[in-house]
T-cell receptor
Framework: DAGVTQSPTHLIKTRGQHVTLRCSPISGHKSVSWYQQVLGQGPQFIFQ???????GRGNFPDRFSARQFPNYSSELNVNALLLGDSALYLC?????????????FGPGTRLTVL | GQNIDQPTEMTATEGAIVQINCTYQ??????LFWYQQHAGEAPTFLSYNVLDGLEEKGRFSSFLSRSKGYSYLLLKELQMKDSASYLC?????????FGAGTTVTVRA
């Protein structure tokens, strides 16, 4: 069975540009969460989507947005990129949205902002 | 707010035992996860504790004390492949809040 997939694997952008990251959850999973992991730190929660609706948002500026599609895949968009946005962006899927649902992580997208 | 603390680094010898401590102060608590993350890879699930006590799963065990805001991950019979970062994460409703991770280096 396929796990969580993310694309692209790596991405290099310059300051001020916009980026779109994509995530496909495990088949049957309806919840997708996005995390940002800066080198040497633990992942920081950005968004959770469940049944195509935003169910939670972390402490990130409005430059970060996301959406979930009818097939439960998801996109994370970041506008006006800053150097500090350079990080590994992780997507995690789970069957439900509650706390007892194990989250399965994808391999991540490594974003470098120059 | 969320405050989750774990040691930055630990080194141990192959075959030994290592205990990684995690203390937390969070605004809500629905359980605590431990994840393993090899360099450049995604975190993978190791354990989940929601009640006080010890959960054992093969060479890995995890302990939780909710009254003390404390957990530990115990790695037994260390192998070289156990060299990785170990992340403690508290779940509150839908959101995982992670510690910075403990890098464990296993030496021959």
């Amino acid at each position: 069975d396929a796990g969580v997939t993310q694309s692209p694997t790596h991405l290099i952008k310059t300051r001020g540009q916009h980026v779109t990251l994509r995530c496909s959850p495990i088949s049957g999973h309806k919840s997708v969460s996005w995390y940002q992991q800066v080198l040497g730190q633990g992942p920081q929660f950005i968004f959770q989507y469940y049944e195509k609706e935003e169910r939670g948002r972390g402490n990130f500026p409005d430059r970060f947005s996301a959406r979930q599609f009818p097939n439960y895949s998801s996109e994370l968009n970041v506008n006006a990129l800053l150097l500090g946005d350079s990080a590994l962006y992780l997507c995690a899927s789970s069957y439900g949205q509650g706390p007892y649902n194990e989250q399965f992580f994808g391999p991540g997208t490594r974003l470098t902002v120059l | 707010g969320q405050n989750i603390d774990q040691p930055t680094e630990m080194t141990a010898t192959e075959g030994a035992i290592v205990q990684i401590n995690c203390t937390y102060q969070t605004s809500g608590f629905n359980g605590l996860f431990w994840y393993q993350q090899h360099a450049g890879e995604a975190p993978t699930f190791l354990s989940y504790n929601v009640l006080d006590g010890l959960e054992e799963k093969g060479r890995f065990s995890s302990f939780l004390s909710r009254s003390k805001g404390y957990s530990y991950l115990l790695l037994k019979e260390l192998q070289m492949k156990d060299s990785a970062s170990y992340l403690c994460a508290v779940v509150n409703d839908y959101k995982l809040s992670f510690g910075a991770g403990t890098t464990v280096t296993v030496r021959a």
